[in-house]
C-alpha cells in the first residue's frame, strides 16, 4: 500500500515557539493533503486541507494565521504551529489520498505528538 | 455538513466472540464509508471499506453493512483476537467532493484473552 510519512514523530517545546511538522506521501503524488488534529481519547477533526500550488482551506474555527499550511510539492506538506501554547498540545495527523485498485483511499502518517511546555 | 455518530464508546468481548461497531451518517449524498484501526500512539489504519452501491463486504473476519435507507453502516469482527484490541473509527466521505472525511467519535475495543 501507499506510505505516508511524518517528521517528527515528537517534539516538545517552550510556550511561544513554532513548530513545523512535515508529512510526506513516499511513494506517490498528492495535490491534496490532509491535516488532522487528535485529543486524548477522542477522534481525528480535520483542520484544513492541504493544495499543492494554492491555498490551503481550513475548516470552521482553525486560525489560519496560526496554523500554517504550505503544500510545497507534489509529495510534502508542512503545518506549523506559530506561537504554540500549552493548549495546542495535541497529535497531529495528516493523510493523503490516491488511487488503489478503482477507488480513491487515503493513506495516514503516523502523527506526530507535539506537547508544548 | 455531515455527523458520523458511532455506538459504543467501549466494547469488551471474550476472545473468540464477536464484536459490531454501529454508525449512523446524516449527509445522505455520502458514498464512501471506510472503517480505521488506531492503535496507542499511531495513525489509523484502513481495515475495510464499502461504498454506497454495495450492501455488504467481508474480508476474512471482518465484515461491513451498510443500509443506505437507515443512513447507517456497521463493522462485524468475528472470532476477535488479543491484537484486535486498539480504537476503531467509522468515517464518512463524498468521493467527488474532494474525500473530506467525516469520522464518528471512536470505539475502544478490548479482547480479553
Known amino acids: 500500500g501507499a506510505v505516508v510519512s511524518q517528521h517528527p514523530s515528537r517534539v516538545i517545546c517552550k510556550s511561544g515557539t513554532s513548530v513545523k511538522i512535515e508529512c510526506r506521501s513516499l511513494?506517490?503524488?498528492?495535490?491534496?493533503m490532509f491535516w488532522y488534529r487528535q485529543f486524548p481519547k477522542q477522534s481525528l477533526m480535520l483542520m484544513a486541507t492541504?493544495?499543492?500550488?494554492?491555498?490551503?482551506?481550513?475548516e470552521q474555527g482553525v486560525e489560519k494565521d496560526k496554523f500554517l499550511i504550505n503544500h510545497a510539492s507534489l509529495t510534502l506538506s508542512t503545518l506549523t504551529v506559530t506561537s504554540a501554547h500549552p493548549e495546542d498540545s495535541s497529535f497531529y495527523i495528516c493523510?493523503?489520498?490516491?488511487?488503489?485498485?478503482?477507488?480513491?483511499?487515503?493513506?495516514f502518517g503516523p502523527g506526530t505528538r507535539l506537547t508544548v511546555l | 455538513g455531515e455527523n458520523v455518530e458511532q455506538h459504543p464508546s467501549t466494547l469488551s468481548v471474550q476472545e473468540g466472540d464477536s464484536a459490531v461497531i454501529k454508525c449512523t451518517y446524516s449527509?445522505?449524498?455520502?458514498?464512501?464509508f471506510p472503517w480505521y484501526k488506531q492503535e496507542l500512539g499511531k495513525g489509523p489504519q484502513l481495515i475495510i471499506d464499502i461504498r454506497s452501491n454495495v450492501g455488504e463486504k467481508k474480508d476474512q473476519r471482518i465484515a461491513v453493512t451498510l443500509n443506505k435507507t437507515a443512513k447507517h453502516f456497521s463493522l462485524h469482527i468475528t472470532e476477535t483476537q488479543p491484537e484486535d484490541s486498539a480504537v476503531y473509527f467509522c468515517?464518512?466521505?463524498?468521493?467527488?467532493?474532494?474525500?473530506?472525511?467525516?469520522f464518528g467519535g471512536g470505539t475502544r475495543v478490548l479482547v480479553k484473552p
Open positions: 492541504s493544495n499543492e500550488g494554492s491555498k490551503a482551506t481550513y
Open positions: 449527509d445522505s449524498a455520502s458514498n464512501y
Open positions: 468515517a464518512a466521505s463524498i468521493q467527488a467532493a474532494g474525500n473530506k472525511l467525516t
Open positions: 511513494d506517490f503524488q498528492a495535490t491534496t
Open positions: 493523510s493523503a489520498p490516491t488511487w488503489t485498485a478503482n477507488y480513491n483511499e487515503q493513506f
